[in-house]
């Protein structure tokens, strides 16, 4: 009995550059893979149009009933995140039922913000999620705005005069002392159940992408040309498409963006989620389930 290809999908963000990366240069054979925003990816996966996806990790929380986790494998940092930023007209200490505009492309950052806000300065903001622009970055109807992504990178290099710039993962790591994931990669269970050998060479592919990059070397006798390293390379490969310069991605990918599940981020993942429940962001509490993968 044959299968259709797997349905992957890819977050369509720089942090996950070294994986983008591969995707490109040959380990998508097989796949069908689908690039995306990260609640695009939530909704498509939810809803059975794909069958393994980079998520938000909030998402996970919200559908783990029908979910499970690749194992070992995430989207995190240890303090700033760079790319998770929130844009204000004021400073962040006075904010209180003032109105903030969240994107559109993003749900964990949806829940952070929220339990920031509140945990840390006492604030209860009106909150209103729409598509928002790095060239107009706080409309004159709110106060400040929410950015994820290659839009917040770009607003972390080039902060807007007049206003100020607070970035998520400092300050997470400011209120709780921990480590923060947000985003996981998840497989519907039927299909881990189905198919659980392409279960396996799925998460090996996205676990290659990432130590590759992280131990600056191809796996086997393989090396890039051009005299370049492996980093060098893959990090090269989207500065044609994307306005940003080589040492700002050299900077932001492994030393500030990482992607090693262990058990600090777990730590961190779960204090997320017990946070959020606190807060009813999410009807109960996860629990953490793993697709069962042979490395």
Not at 63 to 68: D, S, V
Not at 180 to 201: G, I, K, N
Not at 208 to 234: D, H, I, M, Q, W
């Amino acid at each position: 009995m044959s299968f259709p290809m797997p349905r992957v999908g890819h977050i369509n963000f720089l942090n996950v550059l070294p994986l983008t990366y591969c995707y490109e240069n040959g380990s998508a054979e097989g796949l069908n893979i689908s690039q995306a925003v990260p609640s695009v990816l939530n909704s498509d996966l939810n809803a059975g149009r794909l069958d393994v996806a980079g998520i938000s990790s909030i998402a996970y929380a919200r559908q783990a009933e029908n979910l499970l986790l690749l194992p070992k494998v995430c989207v995190c940092s240890d303090g700033p995140v760079q790319s998770i930023l929130l844009v204000s007209k004021k400073p962040i200490e006075a904010l209180r039922h003032d109105k903030i505009i969240l994107t559109a492309k993003s749900a964990t950052s949806h829940c952070l913000l929220k339990i920031i806000l509140r945990g840390a300065y006492g604030a209860i903001p009106n909150y209103f999620v729409r598509n928002i622009t790095p060239d107009d970055p706080v409309p004159s109807d709110a106060t400040a705005s929410l950015f994820i992504g290659d839009d917040a990178l770009w607003l972390y290099h080039h902060p807007p005069a007049g206003l100020y710039i607070y970035d998520l993962g400092q300050e997470w790591k400011n209120l709780t002392g921990q480590k923060m994931v947000y985003a996981l990669w998840a497989v519907r269970r039927e299909f881990a159940q189905s198919r659980p050998q392409e279960v396996t060479d799925i998460c090996q592919r996205i676990h290659s992408a990432f130590k590759s990059f992280v131990r600056n070397a191809l796996p086997g006798p393989a090396r890039p040309a051009g005299g370049l390293s492996y980093r060098e390379t893959v990090i090269r490969s989207a500065l044609q498409e994307r306005r940003f310069t080589y040492d700002q991605l050299a900077d932001y990918l492994g030393p500030v963006v990482r992607w090693e599940l262990d058990e600090d981020y777990l730590n961190g993942l779960n204090t997320f989620f017990t946070m959020a429940h606190e807060m009813n962001l999410i009807d109960h509490m996860p629990q953490l389930q793993f697709a069962e993968v042979d490395f």
